[in-house]
């Protein structure tokens, strides 16, 4: 099995459009926070992280909806709050055609008030 970074750097390449769309938001600071994208965490890959904050981003496709893909959210998301991460799942459409409530949730768990 490849390695997280690996995994994220190749993840990073190819990223889906809705992620490309966040992370025009989360990059260079704009929220004020820092955020990574396809951050690894243990032998997991976060869509977005901001380490600083402890809180993942997730960016979910109709994909989720599938048991076993469901099952493997649960379990990742389960180790990285037993690592002390708070876990922001948005749905690619929300992000498509909802982006400012999108970023207005994310300041709102980053304790910020939406500009």
Known sequence: MARPTAIAR???KHQTPTEGILWQHLRAKRLGHKFYRQHPIGRYVADFCCPASKLVVEVD????DEPEQRAYDEER???????GITILRVWSSDVRDNIDGVVGKILEVLGRPSP
């Open 61 to 64: 496709g109709g994909h989720h």
């Open 77 to 83: 998301d389960a180790f990285m709050e037993d690592q």
């Open 10 to 12: 190749t993840l990073r």
